[in-house]
């Protein structure tokens, strides 16, 4: 069975610092899509960053960048310069069948002032 | 339209009764998902469309739940018989087309609560 495991139910870290968001998952399958999904009170979730199994380049978005360890199936999430519209719940996510993305139970980021 | 649209934003309902949540996707998607995000946890898959056809109801939870796609835009998930388990937050999306990697763009969900 694939699973994602995000193993921090909850951090807080200073405006402008640096912080990094831990996933690993579990798959038998050799080429998938990773994701990490922004969920802020608003409930929408937004895409922040998505990253092809196949490619070993790291992806980044401007702060947002992750470190993609195929290997050890492993998919953190650094967020550099926090900034206080960071504050959400974070979801590590991958999809390999057509449409259907697995989700990690998510991990609260409080940016403090 | 600009964004996926999702109505009605909230619900309240009483056991036993049935209630439908609406999607309106983004025009031209082909692809449309539910999900089920329970208090404090993930999304937890539950039927994916391409076009009207339903190709696999195996994330459905049980038989009381049922969704259709009609002219291959507005879906919508029924919940027959409601059960206080039920009470979650129903997010649906849609993608331009089905295909492995295709981004998923979310609406802002029906927070449903069963009394």
Known sequence: AQTVTQSQPEMSVQEAE???L???????ESNYYLFWYKQPPSRQMILVIRQEAYK???ATENRFSVNFQKAAKSFSLKISDSQLGDTAMYFCAFMILQGKIIFGKGTRLHILP | GAGVSQSPSNKVTEKGKD??????????H????WYRQSLGQGLEFLIYFQGNSAPDKSG??????????TGGSVSTLTIQRTQQEDSA????????SLGAG??????????LSVL
């Open chain 2, 30 to 33: 082909t692809a449309l998902y």
């Open chain 1, 56 to 58: 070993q380049q790291n």
């Open chain 1, 18 to 20: 640096t912080v990094t």
């Open chain 2, 60 to 69: 459905l939870p049980s038989d009381r739940f049922s969704a259709e796609r």
């Open chain 1, 22 to 28: 831990s996933c690993t998952y579990d798959t038998s």
């Open chain 2, 89 to 96: 937050v129903y997010l649906c999306a849609s993608s331009g």
């Open chain 2, 102 to 111: 295709n981004i998923q763009y979310f609406g802002a969900g029906t927070r």
């Open chain 2, 19 to 28: 209630v439908e949540l609406r999607c309106d996707p983004i025009s031209g």
